[in-house]
C-alpha cells in the first residue's frame, strides 16, 4: 500500500494527513500550533512541521507529499536563501495605506485603479496580498527590501525546504498561491514583473531577482532527501477546494481565522468591484473567492466573554430565538477585508434589559458569523457564478450551533463533510495524483456527512445587512 501525506500550514496550526494513495484511507494524523500573531518568523512553521511529522511517526513510508498553506504571506529571502525578517500574514492590516496607493498608482480614481488591477491581475488590492506587503516593506524598511532577492509564499518556502534546498533558484510554487501575490496574472500565467517593480521601487527582472517558478498542476517540484516526491502544493483554499471535490454550483464555505466563499469556475473571473478575488484552482481552473479576515475567532472571543467551551456555546445559541432578541453582531474584531474596512472595529446592536441574555449573546455572534458569510455568497454570485448549495469545512464548522443554522442563514442546502482536515486531504490528493503521474485529481470515497437545510432566516439576515450596511458607511466616512 503507497502512502502519501498531505499538509495544512494553515494560520493557527500545522496538520499532516497520511493516507492510501489509492482508497484515500487516513491512517495517521497529527498537528501542531503555530505562534499567535499577524508577523510570524517562518521557522516557526517548519517547526510546527517538522513535530507534526514526528507525530505522525515520521515519513519514512511516505511516497510523496504536498504542502497546502496560507495565502499572500509574505517571505523575504536574500541571496543566499536567508529569511530576512518575519514573515507579514495575510491577516496583516499594515499595508492598508500600500493596497491604497498602488492602487491609485494604476489609475486616476479608486475605481479606475481598481479596475486596472482587476485587469492586471485577476483581484483588486487589499492589505492581504504580498505586493502591499513588499510596498510596505519598502516604504518602512527600505534596507530590509534592498536586501530582498527572492519572495516566497508560506508554502512555496516550506515546499522547498523539503526538498532540502537552500538555493533560491530552486523555490517552486503553484498557480493558486501565485494568483494571491498581485503580481501574477492568472490569464495568462505570467508574472507581473512591472508591477513587482513598482511596489519595490526598484527595477526587478527574472535576471536579478526570484520568484518561484509556477507548476502546472500535478507536476512534480523535486524529491525530498529521503527520496519521496514533492507536489506542487497550493494555497489552502485550493487545497481545499481539490479535497472537496468541488464542482459546478457548489460552493466552498470555510470557518477558519478566515472565512472564505470559494467556487470553481473553467474560465477566469474578474469583479470589477474588488470583492470577489479572481484566483486560479489547483486543478487548472479558477477560483473565484471572498474571504473575510474574522470567521471562527468570532466564536472563540464569545466563548471567551461567556467563559464557556465551544459545546456550551452551541447550546446556548440554538436556546435563543432568530433574531437574538434583537442584537445584532457585526463582526469586524480584526479590522475587516469583506467589507475592505481595515481599521473597523466590531459592534453589537440593540442591547436591552431584555435582549442581553447569555443565549442572545451567543446567538447573535453565531448569526453574525453565518450572516457575514452569506454576503460572501451574494457577492459570489453577483457574478453570474451559480451557487447552488454549499460544503461547510474548517475549524468553525464544527460548531453544533452552526452546523444546525449554517443552511437558514446561507439560505441553502450546506453539506458538513464530517469533521477533517480539507486543507491538507486536498494536499494528500494532489501527492497521489502526482505519484500516480496523472492529470487529473485521483478521487476518494467521499466522507460521512449531515445535511443543514431549511428556510432562509429572512429578518435576522434582513437586520444584520441594515446595521452592517450603517457601519460601512461610519467607518469610511472615518476614513
Ligand atoms: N467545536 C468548535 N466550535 C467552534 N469553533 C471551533 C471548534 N473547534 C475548533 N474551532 C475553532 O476553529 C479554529 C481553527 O480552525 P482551522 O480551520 O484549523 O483554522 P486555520 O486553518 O485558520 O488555522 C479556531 O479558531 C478554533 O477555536
Ligand atoms: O487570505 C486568505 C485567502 O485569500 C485566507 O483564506 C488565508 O489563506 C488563510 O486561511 P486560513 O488559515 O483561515 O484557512
Redesign the pocket.
Known sequence: MALVAGV?S????CKVVVRDAETGALVRQASAPHPAGTEVHPDAWWQALLTSIEGVGGLDDVEAIAVAGQQHGMVCLDERGDVIRPALLWNDVRSAGAASDLTRELGDTDEAGRAAWVDATGSGLVASFTITKLRWLADNEPEAAARVAAVALPHDWLTWKLRGSSDIRELTTDRSDASGTGYWDPSSGEYRWDLLSLALWREVSPDRFVLPTVLSPFASAGRTPSGAVVAPGCG?NAGAALGLGLGPGQAMVSL???GVVAAVADAPVADPTGIVAGFADATGRFLPLACTLNA??I??AMRAVLGVD?QELSRLALAADAGAGGLVHIPYLEGERTPDLPAATGSLFGMTLASMTRENLARAAVEGLLCHMAGCVSAVRSLGIPVEEAFLV???A??TAVAALAGSYLGMPVTIPSPGEYVANGAAVQAATVLQGADRPVVWPPTVEVRSEGSTATEALSAYDRHADQERRRHLSDR
Not at 494553515?10 to 496550526?13: F, N
Open positions: 495544512d494553515s494560520t493557527q496550526s489552502d477558519g481565522t478566515s471562527s475567532r466564536l472563540d465551544h474548517g475549524g468553525g464544527r460548531s
